[in-house]
């Protein structure tokens, strides 16, 4: 698959036209809703009969305020396929067109004096228009994560150069998904990283490599994050990349620094470029984080204490053993802590741990076994809906830990980490994050790691509220817990 089909097969799930089409239809959608609340329903203000007026002299301008709309839109740049433009900037862009149609629309009935018009009708439109435009934009960003998860409208991505800043990409690309874009693998000339496999990402060898790997593995696009100082051989990539018709993109060199460091601004045509600090999890933030998990925790305890209480009572009828399973754990900067679940395995499970890692030939820094003779009756529904994991509220009770995080490790996998494995070890741990939203037990140790630096690095209350939402389907569809 070279880049034109996998052009072609983007273009198959979203051509160009269907958003605009879709949202002038949206705008005469509105003026008719408006239209009905205004002169049916009378919302806010009773309309009199010499002011009644039928929808049609409404059409008119119903299509100058689409027109108006779509022009903003295009010299805008909403209509561009952006990947990972977040949605509230859509919904910024959408309010500008929103507001300068309502504003020439309002000098038209100004200049043309039209027998019949009503000005809150167009305030009603305006707000509708927004909404149904937002809307739209949801179910587009659902209806073409569908598609990707289908492997439709998928990029495959090759980067060139696995240092700091190609595995900042490899990150982002990993833990956004949604994006479209699936890592194939990444070429470097030091084959202790270039030979070596992250996860489900393979390192393909030398940068020399190149042309081979685009054929051999299909690629759309390629990524190179090389210094300048290379600056021929990055020439030569995107020369035999044009070749084959591939894409490429080029992280420019101050993005060594940290992808998170660096803020670009343009004056006049002229690109700024910002260098800013990591944000770290302190002070307020770190306030705010914890009175968020406070809130959720101390609302919802009516709901989880009776949780609590049933399952308690059945983990003791089953066996009359203990209800609660405490385990040492590694939390923030390697502080270890006692961890609470609830006891889903036979009273001495421990003892058989390394013998079954091996038998079964688990990763030992994250070692998943599928159908763990260990597992008890109680302990295997516990598990499947993440309900063993309850307890883990009174050590977000107690501050050590947070409702979203990376999960916290055993000691003893903590021992088998390489050095950039520790810093998912660099904020509190969590009852549940990104790579649980991510596949859970499907996603290697690897990937597992890069995903939670990338939430270290973007952290933000609303990309914990967002981890939370996306939480909640995966415990019912009980997706990737063994």
């Known amino acids: 698959m070279n880049g034109n089909t996998a052009l072609s097969e983007r273009q198959q799930i979203e051509s160009r036209w269907l958003m605009p089409v879709v949202d002038v239809l949206l705008v005469f959608v509105a003026f008719g809703i408006a239209y009905y609340l205004r002169y049916q329903w ?60 309502t504003v020439i629309l ?10 019949v018009t009503s000005r809150l009708m167009l305030a009603y439109v ?16 659902m209806v073409l994560a569908h598609f990707r998860n289908k492997g439709i409208g998928v990029h495959r991505v090759l980067i060139v150069g696995m240092g700091d800043v190609g595995q900042s990409v490899l990150r982002t690309l990993v833990s956004r998904r949604e994006l479209g874009y699936t890592v194939v693998g990444y070429l470097d000339d030091n084959p202790e990283r270039g030979e070596v496999d992250l996860g489900r990402v393979s390192g393909l060898g030398k940068i020399e490599n190149l042309e081979n790997v685009i054929l051999a593995q299909g690629i759309d696009l390629v990524i190179v994050t090389l210094r300048w100082e290379y600056y021929d051989t990055i ?111 036979i009273p001495d499970a421990d003892k058989y741990r390394q013998q079954l890692i091996a038998q079964h030939e688990q990763d030992p820094r994250h070692p998943k076994i599928v159908d763990d003779p260990r597992i008890t009756k109680v302990g295997k529904f516990i598990r499947r809906t993440s309900l063993d994991e309850l307890p883990n509220l009174l050590n977000v009770l107690r501050g050590e830990m947070s409702l979203v995080g990376p999960r916290p490790p055993l000691p003893d996998e903590v021992a088998l980490y390489e050095q950039w494995h520790r810093q998912r ?18 996603v290697p140790f690897d990937e597992m790691v890069l995903m939670d630096i990338y939430y270290i690095e973007n952290w933000s209350v609303l990309f914990d509220v967002q981890i939370l939402f996306m939480t909640i389907p995966k415990v019912l569809l009980r997706r990737g817990a063994y």
């Open 425 to 442: 070890l660099q904020t509190i741990p969590g009852i549940t994050g990104l790579w649980q939203v991510s596949g859970r037990s499907e």
């Open 235 to 345: 020439i030569e990539i995107a020369r035999t990349a044009r070749q084959e018709q591939i894409d490429v993109r080029v992280v420019p060199d101050i993005f060594q620094l940290n992808l998170r460091q660096v803020q670009v601004e343009n004056l006049d045509g002229i690109p700024l470029l910002g260098i800013g600090s990591v944000p770290e999890l302190r002070g307020a933030s770190r306030l705010l984080k914890r009175v968020l998990d406070m809130a959720i925790v101390l609302l919802a305890a009516p709901l989880w204490l009776l949780f609590l209480a049933v399952i308690s009572i059945a983990i003791k009828l089953e066996d009359g053993g203990s209800i609660l399973y405490k385990t040492k754990r590694v939390g923030e900067h390697g502080r270890e802590f006692f961890m609470y679940k609830f006891r889903s395995m």
């Open 106 to 115: 309002l000098a038209v009935y100004f200049a043309l004096q039209p027998l």
């Open 126 to 141: 305006a707000g509708i228009s927004l909404v149904l435009l937002a809307v739209a934009r949801i179910i587009r960003r």
């Open 42 to 101: 009378q919302v806010f203000r009773p309309v009199f009969d010499p002011s009644r007026s039928d929808f049609f002299p409404y059409l008119p301008y119903a299509a100058l305020y689409a027109l108006v709309m779509w022009v903003n839109y295009r010299s805008n740049g909403l209509y561009k396929q952006v990947r990972g433009r977040a949605w509230l900037e859509e919904v910024v862009l959408i309010g500008n067109g929103v507001t300068t149609a």
